[in-house]
């Protein structure tokens, strides 16, 4: 029975390899009619026949698979822990709630706490903020860099209330690790990488996400590498903080047995936690307010598939990166581009890096350009010429978040008290209406980036 399975199993994964093979054969561009997008999967029949060989196993919860996944990824990162979710967003929640469990003693986030972040962005690294009771602090955005302004943390501190920094390497471009480790290393204040666009991005010779206490990852199809959906905590070194993580992400349960096994601890039924009487199961005692985030199992054999190109991919995109700028050299005039941070500038041989400052070299997410002030066209005016050469772009996310809506409508709840501002902001308003950006993801073939290149160049030089 056992020959027999095994051998229907290879024949099943070679027909559908064979299926996806033969689906998957480029299609020739046509500039113009074709779509390029800014983003999306990429993956051949590995992703495909991981997937598949775990749903004959039918192990759909997280498993054996998810195990594998975050035991590889961990290691990759050089970190202590990762533990899967089933979004990035899920990730940055889970990070953040996991800073207000009792567990963490005086050290923990309470309600009315402060937790400095910056103002240009995508919202789901802020909104698990005021979801967890604490109060954002925004401080401006770096337009070259799209970053956070570091002359801005000491005028965000208030000492008592400051507990955390949490902010994104936007686009893949780390910030500036060493001032915002600095800053919070000299005030004992908890740092959250969110690193959903950065995966394999590098400072000073280390990938962005293990410099924080935790760091969070998103798999949805425009990211580095995808699961479909799905996220990750990464837990950099307190092991403490991947109990609490595990607990939060799995219905807040104190126990820590994997999913199908019971009593790991051998001490099942000797616990006395709570109102509850002695010996009650410890697989249903409850420590935390928690969440069922968990991804599937055949997403984490996906992610198997997908971490074994992650290199090739992040190669990919810093090639496609220096292409378009080197392509779009000649339009200085016209608009800004971004600027890896710590670089002073770029030319055809690479980029100037400041002196005494470490070089950094971003897994782009993304080519970010800002539309200056006398060009021919506005920002709208771009995305309408890339819309209609049907090239994806997009702004940078929400543009400056304390403008939209939610937040808006966020602090009239609070009678002004739901965040705090910075300064004037000016460099998040200057993105939400100059900044666009088009794709650098490994999909994206040489004549896709040359009809990139000619749509910008037509947009401006007439």
Known sequence: ???????????????????????????????????VPYAGRVYDEAEVTAAVSSVLDFWLTLGPEGDAFERELSTWLGVRHTILTNSGSSANLLAMAALTSFRLGDRRI????????????????????????AVPVFIDTDVRTGNLRVDQLEAA?????????????????????????RFCRERDLWLIEDNCDSLGSVYDGRFTGTFGDLSTQSFYPPHHLTLGEGGAVNVTREGLLKLIVESLRDWGRDCWCPSGKDNTCRHRFEHQLGDLPFGYDHKYIYSHLGYNLKPLDPQAAIGRAQ?????????????????????????????????????????????????????????????????????????????????????????????????????????????????????????????MRDAIFIGTYPGLRPEHLDHMITTVRRAFRR
Request: net charge neutral; aromatic share 8%.
């Open 1 to 35: 029975m056992t020959e027999r399975l095994d051998q229907l199993r290879s024949e099943i994964l070679a027909r559908v390899a064979e299926f996806i093979q033969l689906r998957e054969v480029p299609r020739p561009f046509e500039p113009g009619v074709s779509t």
């Open 110 to 133: 309470r309600p009315g706490d402060e937790v400095i972040t910056v103002a240009a962005g995508f919202p789901t690294t802020v909104a698990p903020i005021i979801q967890c009771g």
């Open 307 to 431: 971490l074994r190109k992650l290199p090739d991919f992040i190669e990919a995109r810093r090639r496609n990166w220096k292409t378009l700028r080197a392509g779009l050299a000649d339009l200085d005039d016209v608009l800004d581009f971004t600027l890896p941070t710590h670089a002073q500038g770029w030319t055809d041989s690479g980029f100037q890096w400041t002196p005494g400052q470490p070089e950094t070299d971003p897994s782009w997410f993304g080519f970010m350009m800002l539309v200056r002030a006398g060009a021919p066209i506005d920002r709208t005016g771009l995305a309408l010429k890339l819309d209609e050469a049907r090239i994806g772009n997009r702004m940078l996310f929400g543009g400056n978040l304390v403008r939209q809506p939610a937040f808006v409508q966020h602090l009239q709840d609070t009678g002004g008290t739901g965040f705090r501002v910075v300064g004037d902001l000016a460099g998040a308003d200057r993105i």
């Open 157 to 181: 501190y208030v000492q008592g209330r400051t507990r955390a920094v949490l902010m994104a390497h936007t686009l893949g471009n780390p910030f500036d690790l060493t001032e915002v480790l």
